[in-house]
């Protein structure tokens, strides 16, 4: 089955500076790739998310990228801010298929 | 518009007791999904349901069984609660084939 993996598992980085987490997945027939925010004792929400076709998706502050030859994608937030102090979580979602796969998450702490 | 909505919110149980967790979504999603989330494990899947009738297991299936009692409606039972048990379970839905997961708020559930 796909495996998903996601570093690093915590960062801190100063308000205003930029943060990267990075995820690789193991089935190259995976072709939807969503991240999930999850604030302390909130239920995850999607952030943003890219599908196999796309190579950059931006929104905002926010942005993923895609390497398929790789396997890997990574999430950028720039100029960060307090409030995106939370979990990240990646995800994988093979076509066709209903199972969507996680990472386990990366604890961002953004620093004022 | 709820979304998706899951009881109870806490539960403690003893070693041994059964218990269902419910849930249900409003979004007329063909998709529905039980996960848990422990410490430094990230989410991962117990059971789906890719569509009313249907179930399948996920990456971790054992000590647990589903229904899938209407489009609307997922539930997951415990039939003899063991302290590994010990979690927080999310329930989420999705119009599935690549579509963003939407969660509910999550169940605390302690197993002493």
């Known amino acids: 089955g796909e495996n998903v993996e996601q570093h690093p598992s915590t960062l801190s980085v100063q308000e205003g500076d930029s943060a990267v987490i990075k995820c690789t997945y193991s089935d190259s027939a995976s072709n939807y790739f969503p991240w999930y925010k999850q604030e302390l004792g909130k239920r995850p929400q999607l952030i943003i998310d890219i599908r196999s076709n796309v190579g950059e998706k931006k929104d905002q502050r926010i942005a993923v990228t895609l390497n398929k030859t790789a396997k890997h994608f990574s999430l950028h937030i720039t100029e960060t801010q307090p409030e995106d102090s939370a979990v990240y979580f990646c995800?994988?979602?093979?076509?066709?298929?209903?199972?969507?796969?996680f990472g386990i998450g990366t604890k961002l702490q953004v620093i004022p | 518009n709820a979304g998706v909505t899951q009881t109870p919110k806490f539960q403690v149980l003893k070693t041994g007791q059964s218990m269902t967790l419910q849930c249900a979504q409003d979004?007329?999603?063909?998709?529905m999904y039980w996960y848990r989330q422990d410490p430094g494990m990230g989410l991962r899947l117990i059971y789906y349901s890719a569509s009313e009738g249907t179930t399948d297991k996920g990456e971790v299936p054992n000590g647990y069984n589903v229904s899938r009692l209407n489009k609307r409606e997922f539930s997951l039972r415990l039939e003899s609660a063991a302290p590994s048990q010990t979690s927080v379970y999310f329930c989420?839905?999705?119009?599935?084939?690549?579509?963003?997961?939407?969660f509910g708020n999550g169940t605390r559930l302690t197993v002493t």
């Open positions: 979004m007329n999603h063909n998709s």
């Open positions: 995800a994988s979602l093979r076509g066709g298929y209903q199972k969507v796969t």
């Open positions: 989420a839905s999705s119009e599935g084939g690549g579509a963003p997961l939407h």
